[in-house]
């Protein structure tokens, strides 16, 4: 019998477009989440779900044992900047903002997590990016910096 490798190790992603700038309308944003899920398979990444908001993206990835956090950010932010600019989805040159967040999820808590991301245009007619992202940081006990 051979050794195999298991993990399932939940992972909600954040982040946002250049200076928080509101570039994805609608179908740019249709359009960039598919490409997220197609990448995200071709990377041997599952993505259960995202939702890609006009200044800010969700998604609720399983980490591969093979990629390092650092690695699937750089994948997602660094593939998925080429591919809308390839495929001239906003007007000029369009570019995520530096950093990301990145918050472990139990498995007990993925179906609420997707059920977060699914309702992200509700959500955010209540809270804008700046505050949610903020929650998430205090709720995860790390220290919220501006700069």
């Given amino acids: 019998m051979s050794l195999h490798s298991y ?4 992972l909600h992603l954040v982040w946002a477009t250049l200076e928080r700038r509101p570039l994805l309308a609608k179908p740019a944003a249709a359009k960039l989440s598919a490409h997220l899920h197609d990448y995200a398979k071709a990377k041997r990444i599952y993505m259960k779900i995202n939702f890609v908001n006009p200044e800010h993206v969700h998604a609720l990835i399983d980490l591969p044992t ?7 950010m750089q994948l997602f932010k660094g593939g998925s900047s080429h591919w809308v600019n390839e495929q001239n989805l906003v007007a000029g040159k369009f570019g995520w903002g530096r950093g990301y967040g990145v918050f472990s999820v139990s498995q007990s808590a993925v179906d609420e997590v997707s059920a977060y991301i699914a309702g992200q245009e509700e959500h955010h007619r209540q809270k804008n990016f700046v505050e949610e992202l903020k929650q998430f940081v205090e709720r995860y006990g790390l220290e919220w910096r501006k700069d």
């Fill in 7 to 10: 993990s399932r190790v939940w």
């Fill in 66 to 72: 093979s990629l390092s956090v650092e690695e699937v």
